[in-house]
């Protein structure tokens, strides 16, 4: 095999792959166990109701029926609720008295096989007692119905957040020249990972919980089920296994988890339970922010300050996966790349008759809707001032010289050349003959939009002293151990859901250690044997376990430094890391690579520890701030409203970047997310409270068909303070995209006088965009 | 989605015969478009299992069907109230019948139906059609077998 040391910065191909595409991966429905059960769940057809009673006579005739389950036996073994990530709610695991919202879990159903589970769903029969439903948080806020009796203050309102300093905001904002207004929606979306989720629960001869689970953080299970369950981590064993996508629809913990494993305790055999897709796309969502913003600008277009005011629509539960301290996330990140010099915001969340969650969808925390809200407003302002979009921004970048910038809303940011990343974007794109081509088209009555997304996110969760979920820090382990061979085993907390970690992983530590990447297994997902970590979503991987992988390799190159000094007869302070290898300073051609080392460690270690294998715990002083200047090139046709996306450039700085061709899948990837979220995706409400997004005919995940092609590129700025100077990228697309379209389709209607259009931009709402604002102008 | 209906029957029985048939629920339950199985309860309480077809919403639905005639004998209230596959339909119908004194009797009718669960999504076009069916059929087929009694 040919070698591929010195791995940093190549585009290798990814090691898990074969197995992916001969379809021989190990997904959670490849998984059987013998004499395991069939759970499937009854859900409620009511977003709001009482339940009366039920009754499971009829499903216990099916044929195979073994139990149905409902709150009344899990409350009798004291699981009937869950705690939510953060603590600050709990949430039902079976509908416990009522349902709160439509689909929600209300009997568990087991069976000896899987079309017998679903037969027995289908003949539970429950009693509704239907209730008014809230299905609009500006309704619900009213507090005219109280959906959570259950909580000690009746009221529906959840929590207010706020950062920054209100009265110098206000007061900046009336002293300016011109302010901008604007209420922007950031629709309800679904991460829809191809593969939904599911288990299979067994209790072994032991007493041990085996648990496999589509998880994106084994470790944070484990230690929630001991919470919940009282079983102690060593009787608890979470292995993850292949994940068909994740995009944070497998960071919950689901009702369904929890009634498998009780299934498992109770009627002590294996327990299988598969989401159906309907299931997938009914139990979480992301996003539902309503914002409304407002900047103030001088009439040159130097902002003065940044006020966002949001209602949050949490659902039935505060079940959102934010960190402990941030319930809402990292929406301080609203500033994005600007330097505002007065910001604020402030936040009050809401309970709905909708399904939980605020899991992210490819986004770090809140980040994609505080991206979006910033770089619509901005579009807004240069369009108000008549200013070039791309000259607005340039005015107000956060300069080179200002780093590590301290935000109004108390980010340090690392790093970032935005007006770099941007000239690069617009040279690339030809900006200036797109402007060009642009008024020529104008003059014709021609639609023609050109959009830009000049973002900043914040990743890598995180520091210590302020991140963590259920109480547990934020910071992330690594081990490697080296063979004699000089091949080695990785592993991580992290958890792989296509980010290609089985490779990116041998190319840290193979880089650092002058080894071949090709050599290296990289394990996750098995809580037996991964070092503690708290998993993969929120962009945290190469930030935090990146940094672990790079720093526990270096810790064993000191002690490689001293098994290869006891080798070549010289004092470690003799030796230099140079060129992949030890050399003996001072005398040219005196050197052993690593390799022999290994072999030595296990041979001939002299004095020395022998092995060469190390563990380490990674916590990051800071979060990383990715940048990128994406710019969308749209035709708009006039008569049908049909938006023709004919250029779309992405030029991502994500500090250094450890393989090429994996961050470009990862961006095309997340702007096909992203393009999707901005013209098709939304989980719909009806006002009875319907969920009218169950499934992929109402819900559209688009194919390569309608996806547009995709241009990218980078600059790089490394962190200064990663191990690496590695930030992230997988979430970036997604965060930077939706703003790139939109604005896109508004500069192309502008000169009909249209302003906004909330997404998803269909054709429909385009069209009567364009109806509207032609009838206005007649009129 | 909550629809609503409305209509008017001309019935030619006299206004006895015609409160005499609608409190009947087994023969109000003979009335139902595409009924498969009837269980009477009492004289004011029955299931029917009927046949559905919306889009991808297909096979039995099992209604509970109450009678609540009111008081004076010039009013019928109907409340239904089922489902099937994970969806539910509420149905409130009730009709006014008024004495022609010609030996005819007019029903005039209405009724709002609250869909919920996977019927909802299918779309209102397709919904309306099915449920104006579901309720003008009724009330249709109300008409001819009090026609044939007559």
Redesign the interface.
């Given at each position: 095999m040919t070698t591929e040391k010195h791995a940093m910065g190549k585009s290798m191909k990814r090691k898990e792959d074969p197995r992916f595409l001969q379809g021989k991966g190990n997904y959670i429905d490849d998984i059987n166990l013998p004499e395991q059960l069939w759970m499937a769940l009854v859900?409620s057809?009511?977003?709001h109701a009482n339940i009366k009673g039920v009754d499971s006579s009829a499903a216990m005739q099916v044929p195979g029926a073994v139990a149905v389950v409902t709150s009344k036996e899990l409350n009798a073994y004291k699981v009937g609720w869950l705690p939510t990530f953060h603590g600050l709610d709990k949430q039902m695991v079976l509908a416990d008295g009522k349902v709160l919202y439509?689909?929600q879990e209300v009997a568990a159903v087991y069976a000896e096989t899987r079309e017998a589970a679903y037969d027995m769903a289908?003949l539970v029969d429950v009693d509704?007692e239907?209730l008014p439903v809230m299905a609009d948080p500006y309704k619900s806020m009213t507090d005219e119905v109280i959906l959570r009796p259950d909580r000690a203050n009746a009221t529906n309102h959840i929590f207010n957040w706020n950062v920054g300093k209100k009265a110098e905001t206000d007061a900046a904002l009336e002293a300016s020249e011109h302010v901008v207004k604007q209420h922007i929606k950031f629709q309800r979306c679904h991460a829809a990972p191809l593969e939904p989720c599911g288990c299979i629960a067994e209790f072994d001869v032991m007493g041990r919980l085996q648990f496999y689970v589509t998880s994106q953080a084994p470790h944070v299970y484990r230690t929630a089920l001991f919470l919940v369950l009282g079983i102690p981590e060593d009787k608890i064993r979470v292995i993850s296994p292949d994940l068909g996508g994740g995009f944070g629809n497998k960071v919950p913990v689901y009702p369904g988890y929890v009634c498998a494993i009780a299934g498992a305790l109770v009627l002590k055999r294996p327990v299988k339970w598969i989401e159906t897709r309907?299931e997938n796309m009914t139990s979480s969502f992301a996003r539902d922010y309503h914002m409304d913003i407002e900047i103030g600008a001088t009439k040159e277009g130097k902002v003065t300050a940044l006020k966002v005011n949001t209602v949050a629509d949490h659902g039935a539960f505060d079940a959102a996966a934010d960190p402990s301290k941030y319930p809402a996330g990292m929406f301080g990140i609203v500033t994005g790349s600007y330097d505002f010099p007065n910001a604020y915001a402030n936040l009050d969340a809401y309970f709905t008759n909708k399904m939980p969650g605020g899991v992210a969808y490819r986004c770090s925390f809140r980040v994609t809707e505080a991206s979006y809200a910033i770089e619509r407003a901005m579009d807004i302002l240069a369009d108000e001032l008549n200013i070039d979009a791309a000259e607005l921004r340039r005015k107000n970048f956060v300069q080179p010289e200002q780093f590590p910038y301290q935000s109004p809303l108390n980010f340090i940011y690392d790093s970032g050349d935005y007006e770099k990343t941007m000239d690069v974007a617009l040279e690339r794109i030809g900006y200036k003959e797109l402007l060009k081509e642009q008024a020529e088209k104008r003059a014709r009555g021609e639609l023609m939009g050109i959009g830009l997304s000049t973002f900043t996110e914040v990743t890598g969760a995180g520091p210590s002293k302020h991140f963590d979920i259920l109480g547990i820090k934020m910071f992330d382990g690594a081990e490697i151990r080296i063979h004699p061979s000089g091949s080695g085993i990785i592993r991580t907390g992290t958890k792989s859901q296509g980010q290609g970690h089985e490779t990116t992983w041998a190319q840290i530590v193979a880089e650092e250690l002058g080894l071949d990447p090709q050599n290296f297994l990289v394990e996750e997902g098995d809580t037996d044997t991964a070092p503690y970590g708290l998993g993969t979503y929120a962009s945290r991987s190469t930030p935090v376990a990146g940094g672990a992988l790079a720093l526990a390799a270096r810790k064993i190159r000191e002690k490689a430094r001293k098994i290869a000094a006891h080798v070549l007869e010289v004092s470690e302070h003799d030796l230099e890391w140079k060129d992949y290898k030890f050399n003996v300073m001072g005398s040219p051609g005196k050197s052993i690579t690593m390799q022999e080392v290994a072999f030595a460690a296990y041979t001939n270690p002299g004095d020395n520890e022998p092995g060469l294998e190390t563990t380490l715990y990674y916590d990051p002083p800071n979060m990383v701030f990715p940048h990128g200047t994406y710019v969308a090139v749209v035709d708009v046709d006039r008569d049908t409203g049909e938006t023709k996306v004919r250029r779309f450039l992405a030029i991502d700085d994500c500090g250094t970047i450890i393989n090429p061709m994996i961050v470009e899948g990862q961006v095309h990837g997340g702007l096909t997310e992203g393009f999707a979220i901005a013209f098709m995706q939304e989980i719909a409400y009806?006002?009875?409270?319907?969920?009218?997004?169950?499934n992929f005919?109402?819900y559209l995940v688009p194919t390569s068909l309608e996806s547009p092609h995709w241009e990218t590129g980078h600059t790089v700025t490394p962190s200064p303070h990663h191990p690496i100077g590695a930030k992230s990228v997988g979430e970036s697309p997604n965060v930077g995209s939706p703003a790139a379209f939109v604005n896109a389709v508004i500069d192309a209607l502008s000169p009909l006088g249209v302003k906004h259009i909330d997404m998803p931009l269909t054709r429909e709402k385009v069209w009567s965009a364009i109806r509207t604002a032609e009838a206005q102008a007649a009129d | 989605m909550k629809l609503e209906y409305n209509g008017t029957e001309q019935v030619p029985l006299g206004k006895d015969a015609v409160w005499a048939f609608i409190n009947d629920p087994q023969k109000v339950a003979s009335c139902l478009p595409d009924v498969k199985t009837v269980t009477v309860h009492d004289d004011k309480n029955f299931d029917a299992v009927v046949s559905i077809g919306l889009g991808p919403v297909r096979g039995s639905f099992k209604f509970k069907i109450t009678l609540e005639p009111q008081e004076g004998g010039n009013r019928m209230n109907v409340k239904i109230s089922g489902g099937g596959f994970g969806s539910v339909v509420d149905l409130l119908a009730g009709a006014d019948i008024k004495d022609n004194g010609d030996n005819t009797t007019t029903l005039d009718w209405s009724g709002a139906a609250t869909m919920r669960g996977p019927i909802a999504t299918v779309g209102g076009r397709v919904l309306d059609a099915q449920a104006q069916k579901l309720i003008a059929g009724t009330f249709a087929n109300v008409k001819t077998r009090m026609a044939e009694l007559g």
């Open positions: 859900h057809p009511y977003p439509q689909y289908e509704y239907p309907t009806d006002d009875e409270g319907n969920n009218l997004s169950t005919t109402d | -």
